[in-house]
């Protein structure tokens, strides 16, 4: 073998380990690089654990806020499933009724105990993820851009 022919074939090892390595780590996170699940995620196909902390995204069910001092309860849908939400704390000032928010927090017996609620931040903004999930559903209300 000559110098050139030695130093491709090291280069393509080096590449074929790297790439080995990258399909690894991809495999053994391929659940847990999810941004949020929906509630039909939770509630039909059990993708998470109670005491699991992940993010629940879906929107705000219309007449379901409770207000009782610091403690908000309200209820998270996806239109199909619903999942209700416990938070103590200050919610973000464009949380409303019928927005797309996400929840980040655990399961618990009595639904999801939340311990930061992100709102979207404009009239046109709603996260990608709940977008495509909405568009899925087929109740997608929104203009085409969700950036």
């Known amino acids: 073998m000559t110098r050139k022919q030695k130093r491709l074939a090291m280069i393509a090892s080096i590449g074929a380990v790297l790439m080995a390595a990258v399909l690894l780590v991809m495999y053994a996170l391929r659940d847990e690089i ?11 196909e059990s993708k998470a654990r109670p005491g699991q902390r992940f993010r629940l995204g879906g929107l705000v069910k ?24 416990t938070f103590v704390g200050i919610l973000p000032d464009l949380f409303r009724e019928g927005q797309g928010v996400i929840a980040e927090g655990t399961l618990s017996g009595d639904g999801f105990t939340a ?27 929104g203009g085409e851009s969700t950036k």
Do not use: C
């Open 34 to 44: 999810v941004f949020f699940y929906s509630p039909t995620d939770i509630v039909t």
């Open 62 to 85: 219309e007449g379901s806020i409770d207000r009782q001092g610091e403690t908000v309860r309200f209820v998270i849908t996806d239109t199909e499933q619903e999942l209700p939400v």
């Open 115 to 141: 311990d930061t609620v992100l709102a979207k931040h404009d009239e046109n903004y709603m996260p990608k993820e709940v977008a495509d999930t909405l568009k899925e559903k087929g109740v997608w209300q």
